[in-house]
């Protein structure tokens, strides 16, 4: 008997994948919109052939009644306090409210239960949510793949390919960073939607590189060996970047801010995967770095 999943922020870039991976395993799919939601999106969730739900999403009773028959919901929703607290626990709330079993939620990321808090603030209103879900009747499980490793193809910090830079901190020139694809993240949460037994916690990476390999890699890829850039300490870092966040009150109210990507780049520096869950479930083909450089 098939199993039938929801997932919650489906018309995003990796929830529209999660709903492909699922699709692709066999499962039916529930893809939950807000009412209103893209045209355009909801016909490619349905050529996709999920179901779509469009709710009201600060009615729990909708959500509940989208919910029912549902094996475990997905949560990949993106956005700031109004979203991962307030759409996320009405989401949560709905689920239980239909007796849902099992629930995955929006924590695509570092590890942060390893990082204090104050040092990145997506990542504190995460620790606020699962403050909530852990105290509730639903089993959970969340799925941290470090950075998602499509950044890599743009010009961030760690990897500038405009100043052809790679930054390191606290002298961690070896220090392995993780970093999943988007499609290897959708598709190892899919085969989590359908295991029953999947652990509180699951850790992947489609590899780990470090900022010495990157140079190296710069050279074999990109033509040119990339500059190692000593940026300090992680301790300096952290305060000016607090310092940052203080003086630009307005960039509360931006998912992406400046001082917020900085904060990102810390946390990068900060923890990492000792040891990850790749092989729970066979049969996924992880990306190379050299495919995504």
Same mark, same amino acid.
């Given at each position: ?72 919901? &997905? ?7 109004? &979203? ?82 790679? &930054? ?46 990157? &140079? ?78």
């Amino acid at each position: 008997m098939k199993k039938k999943i929801l997932v919650a922020g489906a018309t995003g870039n990796l929830g529209g994948r999660i709903i492909k991976a699922l699709r692709n395993e066999g499962a039916d799919v529930v893809a939950l919109v807000r009412n209103g939601s893209d045209e355009k999106k909801i016909k490619e969730l349905e050529d996709m052939g999920a179901t779509v739900r469009a709710v009201d999403m600060a009615d729990v009773a909708q959500i509940a009644d989208a919910c029912s028959g549902v094996s475990c919901v &997905v949560s990949a929703l993106a956005g700031l306090r109004d &979203v991962i607290i307030d759409t996320q626990l009405n989401v949560l709330n709905g689920a239980i409210k239909a007796g849902v079993p099992r629930f995955i939620p929006s924590d695509f990321s570092t590890d942060f239960t390893k990082i204090p808090e104050g040092e990145n603030r997506n990542f504190d209103l995460r620790k606020e949510f699962k403050a909530m879900l852990d105290n509730s009747a639903i089993k959970a499980t969340s799925i941290f793949n470090g950075a998602f490793a499509d950044i890599l193809r743009y010009n961030t910090p760690f990897f500038d390919t405009k100043n052809k830079t790679i &930054v390191f901190y606290d002298n961690k020139q070896d220090w392995k960073v993780d970093f999943t694809t988007m499609d290897n993240t959708a598709l190892f949460t899919a085969k989590a939607t359908l295991d029953d037994d999947a652990p509180r916690d699951l850790r992947i990476a489609s590899f780990s590189v470090s900022p010495n390999d990157m &140079v190296r890699l710069s050279e074999q890829y990109k033509g040119e060996k990339y500059d190692l850039v000593d940026k300090g300490s992680l301790e300096g870092f952290s305060a000016s970047t607090k310092a940052w966040r203080a003086s630009d009150p307005a960039g509360e109210n931006n998912l992406y801010s400046k001082w917020q990507q900085a904060q990102y780049l810390h946390s990068m520096f900060y923890a990492h995967h000792t040891e990850v869950d790749n092989d729970r479930y066979p049969n996924i083909e992880w990306a190379p770095v050299e495919g995504c450089i």
